[in-house]
Structures are given as structure tokens and as C-alpha cells.
């Protein structure tokens, strides 16, 4: 597994996402978000206990027939710096007011999700697909929750809706000084 040195990115990510704002039903094609998705149902690079509970997650909402699709999970410090970049000295949107090293992300202990419908992936908070008359996005977060994820959903300053992480108790400092034992 990797050696991951830094993690304070990750609690900031997200912050000004437009397709995350959730105001209204947002989709796009699986096809479309090939590049920026994984093929597998589980992303690389996480911290093994986030690996196992994302896959039980994953397997949960299945049980219940929501299908989620992980469009995050670690990043190294270039790719977050990439994305920071975003929307500042880059083209596009900024999605993001973490640098490299500031994210949950950059040390495996993070991941994003969407709803999987058909061929489309979408951010829709308030979608039924179950038709169990609740929302599939709150179902996936509370059985996250109930598998020791936190959820951004639950922040006070900026809910980040796809978002849940493990901090194992451990603080962005302590990940990025090293003041930690993550394996």
C-alpha cells in the first residue's frame, strides 16, 4: 500500500462544485464520465479499511437496489493540486479550496459517489429509485454512517454531498506531519 505522508486537502475539497450544489437533478452519461470514474466498483489507493467498507457500502445499497458508482477516492498531492488549479489559473469550474497535502483524499481515507441509474450517473439528492418513498442519496449516507464513514452531508459550513471519509481520528495536521499510524 502506498506510504501516505500528508491529509489536509481533503476536509475543503469540494467547496464550490456547481454540479454538487444539488439544487436541481444533474446527470451525465457513464460514457461521459468514463475518464473521471472508475470501471471497477472500487477505486485504488485506499487506506484497506476504507477499501473494505466502500465495497460493503457498495454491496448494501445494491441489497436494497441502489446502484452507486465511486467518482473519487485517493488523490496524490499533483492531482489535487490539479484540481485546486481548477477554475483559478486553469479553465473550468473551481471545485475545490484544497491544495495537495489539505485532503482527506491525498491519504486514501476519502471517497466520492454517485447514483448509478441506467447508463447514467447522477447527483440528484432528492432521487427514489428504489421507490421505497426516501431518498436513495440519504439512504446510501446513513448506511455509510452506520459503517463508521463520516459524511460531508452532515457538515455545518459546506455540505459535500458525495463525499465520506475515515479519519480514524486522526487530524489533516497529524496526517501531514506524520504524527500518525495509519497501517
Given at each position: 500500500m502506498k506510504n501516505f505522508k500528508s491529509l489536509a486537502p481533503l476536509l475543503f475539497t469540494l467547496l464550490a462544485v456547481p454540479s454538487f450544489a444539488f439544487a436541481s437533478f444533474s446527470t451525465a452519461s457513464a460514457d461521459q464520465w468514463h475518464e473521471n470514474t472508475y470501471e471497477s466498483s472500487q477505486p485504488q489507493g485506499l487506506h484497506p479499511i476504507v477499501a473494505e467498507r466502500a465495497e460493503i457500502l457498495r454491496q448494501r445499497a445494491a441489497s436494497i437496489g441502489i446502484v452507486i458508482r465511486f467518482t473519487d477516492g485517493f488523490r496524490s498531492f499533483e492531482e489535487q493540486d490539479a484540481l485546486y488549479a481548477q477554475g483559478r489559473t486553469e479553465s473550468g469550474y473551481i471545485v475545490t479550496n484544497a491544495r495537495g497535502g489539505q485532503s482527506y483524499h491525498n491519504y486514501g481515507l476519502a471517497v466520492?459517489?454517485?447514483?448509478?441509474?441506467?447508463?447514467?450517473?447522477?447527483?440528484?439528492?432528492?432521487?427514489?429509485?428504489?421507490?421505497?418513498?426516501?431518498?436513495?442519496?440519504?439512504?446510501?449516507?446513513?448506511?455509510?454512517?452506520?459503517?463508521?464513514?463520516?459524511?460531508?452531508?452532515?457538515?455545518?459550513?459546506?455540505?459535500?454531498?458525495?463525499?465520506?471519509?475515515?479519519?480514524?481520528?486522526?487530524?489533516?495536521?497529524?496526517?501531514?506531519?506524520g504524527n500518525h499510524y495509519l497501517y
Open positions: 466520492d459517489y454517485a447514483l448509478e441509474v441506467g447508463h447514467q450517473v447522477i447527483w440528484d439528492i432528492e432521487y427514489d429509485g428504489n421507490g421505497n418513498g426516501r431518498s436513495d442519496w440519504f439512504e446510501v449516507a446513513q448506511m455509510a454512517k452506520e459503517l463508521g464513514f463520516t459524511w460531508g452531508g452532515d457538515w455545518e459550513s459546506f455540505r459535500d454531498y458525495p463525499h465520506l471519509q475515515m479519519d480514524f481520528g486522526y487530524s489533516l495536521h497529524n496526517l501531514q506531519t
